[in-house]
């Protein structure tokens, strides 16, 4: 298997981003890197957008970005093409996100916050597998979960 990495979003690969493609169903769960882009472009002193590749392929999509507000980071819209999801590239898409903030890109946070929908039960599962819990908020119909790395 090729080797997994988180690649920032540059020249080279965002075009690969926006033919980035998810089942019809899926589309409700998350923004298209197309839009996802376009907050980068706005939030760009607090946020690193990524390709998630594997070897030189752009299967996947995610965005970290810090909140100077509350002092926390987030991750946001991730999403893995229709065509490779299920083969672990998620999950480890998640890992190297969290590896990524560890090394403090921003701010000295340990906190890491996401939002899901309750319905997106893929994405539960792989998120509290990876030990993020309930914070008790919610943004609309989501629902957030957060994690405080050691
Ligand atoms: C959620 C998503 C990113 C997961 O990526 P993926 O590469 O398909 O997931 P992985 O192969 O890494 O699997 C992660 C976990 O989800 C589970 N999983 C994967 N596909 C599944 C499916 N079709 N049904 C149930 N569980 C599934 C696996 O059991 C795995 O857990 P495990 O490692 O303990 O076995 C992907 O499904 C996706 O892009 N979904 C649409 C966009 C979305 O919902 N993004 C999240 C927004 S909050």
Known sequence: MDLITL?????????????????????QFVSHPIRSLAQAYV????????????????????????????ETYNIWHLMIDKGHQGRGYGRTAMELALSYI?????????RVLLTVSPE????????????FSETGRFDEDEVELGLTLK
């Not at 690649?7 to 589309?27: G, M, P, R, T, Y």
């Not at 760009?44 to 990524?50: D, E, I, K, L, R």
């Not at 392929?57 to 909140?67: A, E, L, N, P, Q």
Request: charged fraction near 20%.
């Open 102 to 110: 560890r090394t403090k890109p921003f701010g000295s946070s340990n």
């Open 120 to 131: 997106n039960h893929t994405a539960c599962k792989l998120y509290r597998s990876l030990r």
């Open 43 to 70: 939030y760009y002193g607090q946020c690193t957008p990524f390709a998630v590749c594997s070897g030189s392929r752009v299967v996947g999509y995610v965005m970290v970005i810090y909140d100077y507000d509350e």
């Open 7 to 27: 690649q920032k979003v540059d020249e080279s690969n965002f075009i690969a981003c926006f033919a980035l493609k998810l089942h019809d169903w899926q589309e």
